[in-house]
């Protein structure tokens, strides 16, 4: 058993392995902070729309466009911020998928050079 722990196969199959659960809690972590940058960003955009829409109900006789351009500023910077984080957490989840996909193909060739061994 130390003869196959102890083959370079069986520590580059560990290695690969805590790299695929690191980037597994990776995920996680960018997941959970897309949601913690675009919740707050989406309620400014909704606490804002309200505000000036009760500037606008206040005051009819100003255009209503000036009034609500904070508005579209905002919504544009939480769909910004709603885009590129969700960029981030596909490819944080690519990057997920592929160090799973090289560990899977890298246990396969360490279960062969560790059965070729344990066969001498």
């Not at 729309?49 to 500023?73: C, F, I, L, W, Y």
Request: aromatic share 0%; charged share 25%; no cysteine.
């Amino acid at each position: 058993m130390q003869r196959v722990q102890g083959q370079q196969a069986t520590q580059d199959l560990l290695t690969q392995a805590n790299t695929t659960l690191a980037r597994g809690r990776a995920v996680t972590s960018t997941v959970r902070k897309v949601v913690v940058d675009t919740v707050p960003a989406a309620r400014a955009t909704l606490t804002r729309g309200r505000t000036d829409a009760e500037t606008v109900a206040a005051d009819v006789r100003e255009s209503a466009t000036t009034r609500t351009a904070p508005t579209k500023s905002a919504a544009k910077r939480t769909r910004t911020t709603a885009t590129k984080r969700a960029a981030t957490a596909r490819t944080t989840a690519k990057s997920a998928r592929t160090s799973a996909r090289t560990t899977a193909s890298t246990a396969t060739k360490a279960t062969k050079r560790a059965a070729a061994k344990v066969g001498d």
